[in-house]
């Protein structure tokens, strides 16, 4: 514990000491949340506040900065010795990772919240109940974890931190063809079945139907997505970090 | 024995890195791993601290085999690697308690063990700097300390002292001597052959992935001959001249001739020349250097 609990604490300070990973994780989804609000945003008719329609979609854009940050700082360390010296020392050097992707999330608890507050200043008023927030917020940590578990054994497995950083992008990309920053039916019909069959478009309907109290259409859809790719990325980041002993 | 291999082959692909190495160093010794780039000396290093595994023979580290019980034989080492295993963006102080705390050391007794080395090394003064700004030297010290937090019985370094200037070198070196003393066993790389000569009971050369010496420095030394005394001449006339009358081989205005290194040879080729009304400009005395022998078994061009 006391192991996890020191690299938990080691990941933490270098995201903090790290200005381009503040710069990309926090005050980047702010910029494009007033990109999204006050640009954009007076275009989109097609919905009735668009300040509350775009806010789901930023915190998951956020999600993907987070992601592709947690890819880089796994890269470094594989790169580096630092990783060779934890693993000949008798611990659990797994827990390396632990640390990055414990700090993965508290960085986007922050930049979350930092968005969140930001959103308010622009106008941003859900009628979300607190138990909808909880929920909304809840989801949210999910497909954190699940992406941070994902992007973590991406990192392992990445050659430089320039092509973890690609992995970034595509995951960038991906909130973009969905319902994050317009409503699905103003999109042509082709790219409209690929938007709606994404794993981002349920969590961010599901977060956006929390927020701004409308029924949850898509079900169990959404953490069934996160839960889901959890599972499946937290055993591949260990079979891929055990993986490179064997070279 | 404390590390002992028998056969230990790795290959990557075609490449055969390692080929049936049999390797024994007694605990409380220095063994000194030589060889030029690429001979395996680092590969070797990664399969005894367990970060690679061998593809055929085995490793005993302690008793313990290193593919079967790593959790063992990691109980046992610390690895300084080749290039500095550091946070550049934590203190050296920082750097340290983290190695103190993953080393399951309690909270004060982590900040008091962190002081202690900050001393030892002479750290103290950059000890809150971010490890980024430190000079190649600092690095490497600082590099030396995380791997003695806890005290290991064996002790990997790769490569101590490459790049570091002669001050930081000897530094290293005192440390290095101090660790002997406290009994830990050294096992080094090392590309200098000084450092070879003055640190390691034992130099074992690998060229290749093969072992193609292993004694002591003046075993190795005795091996490629004995001393030899150079003779510097005005002239390559006079030297041709010279060449008759002591023998020897010559190099321009230079002739070498194979010696005992006593004052009476030197004497005696002296008095040959003069005598003959030869004089030689200089006179130096060489005695074989673990260069020669480096050069000798490797085939490396000098
Ligand atoms: N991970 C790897 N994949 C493929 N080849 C490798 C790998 N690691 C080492 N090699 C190859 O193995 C050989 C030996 O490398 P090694 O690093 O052990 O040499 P070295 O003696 O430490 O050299 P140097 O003095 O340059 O540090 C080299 O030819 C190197 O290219
Ligand atoms: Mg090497």
């Known amino acids: ?247 | 024995m404390i590390v002992e291999t028998a056969g230990l082959t790795k290959r990557y692909g075609e490449n055969t890195v390692l080929s049936g190495l049999d390797l024994k160093v007694a605990e409380g010794s220095v063994l000194a791993l030589l060889g030029p780039n690429g001979a395996g000396k680092t590969t070797t290093i990664r399969i005894l601290s367990t970060l690679t595994r061998p593809d055929e023979g085995s490793a005993r580290i302690a008793g313990f085999d290193v593919v079967r019980s790593p959790a063992a034989v990691r109980g046992v080492i610390s690895l300084t690697g080749q290039y500095a295993a550091v946070d550049e963006e934590q203190t050296g102080r920082e750097n340290l308690l983290m190695i103190a705390r993953l080393r399951r050391f309690r909270r004060s007794a982590a900040r008091v063990r962190t002081s202690e080395l900050l001393e030892r090394f002479q750290l103290p003064d950059v000890a809150d700097r971010r490890v980024r700004t430190y000079s190649g030297g600092l690095r490497r010290r600082l590099d030396l300390a995380m791997s003695l937090v806890a005290r290991p019985r064996l002790l990997f370094l790769d490569e101590p002292t490459t790049g570091l200037d002669p001050v930081s070198r000897t530094t290293m070196w005192d440390a290095v001597g101090d660790l002997v003393r406290e009994g830990v066993t050294i096992f080094l790389t090392t590309q200098y052959l000084e450092e070879a000569d003055r640190l390691a009971d034992r130099i074992v050369v690998l060229d290749n992935g093969n072992v193609v010496a292993d004694g002591t420095a003046d075993a190795l030394k005795n091996s490629v001959g004995g001393a030899r005394l150079d003779l510097t001449f005005p002239s390559c006339e006079d030297a041709a001249r010279a060449h008759v009358l002591v023998g020897g081989v010559t190099d321009g205005p230079t002739v070498s001739v194979p010696s005992d290194g006593s004052a009476t040879h030197l004497h005696r080729v002296l008095d040959d020349l003069l005598t003959a009304g030869v004089r030689p400009d200089r006179v130096s005395t060489h005695r074989p250097t673990l260069d020669d022998v480096f050069t000798t078994l490797t085939g490396a061009a000098a």
């Open chain 1, 1 to 247: 514990m006391t192991v996890t609990l020191t690299l938990v604490g080691r990941s933490v300070r270098l995201s903090r000491r790290n200005l381009d990973l503040v710069i990309m994780s926090i005050v980047l989804p702010v910029m494009m949340m007033a990109l999204f609000v006050y640009v954009f945003g007076g275009a989109v008719t097609a919905v009735e506040s668009y300040v509350n329609y775009v806010v789901p979609g930023i915190l998951v854009l956020c999600t993907g900065y987070g992601a592709s940050s947690t890819a880089m700082a796994v890269a470094d360390d594989m790169g580096r010795g630092v990783v060779d010296r934890f693993r000949s020392m008798p611990i659990s050097a797994f827990a390396v990772l632990t640390g990055h992707v414990t700090a993965s999330v508290a960085r986007n608890a922050v930049a979350t919240s930092a968005v969140v507050f930001a959103a308010l200043l622009m106008g941003f008023r859900p009628p979300a109940s607190p138990v909808a927030w909880v929920l909304a917020m809840g989801l949210l940590l999910i497909y954190v974890l699940a992406l941070s578990w994902l992007t973590a054994g991406f990192g392992v497995v990445a050659r430089s931190v320039e092509s973890a950083s690609m992995f970034g992008f595509f995951m960038l990309f991906l909130p973009y063809l969905s319902s994050a920053f317009v409503p699905v039916s103003t999109m042509p019909p082709w790219l409209r079945v690929v938007s709606e069959h994404q794993p981002v478009t349920p969590v961010i309907e599901t977060v956006r139907a929390l927020l701004t109290g409308s029924p949850v259409t898509s079900g169990w859809l959404a953490p069934a997505w996160s839960g889901g790719l959890l599972v499946v990325a937290f055993p591949l980041a260990v079979w891929l970090f055990r993986r490179i002993s064997q070279r």
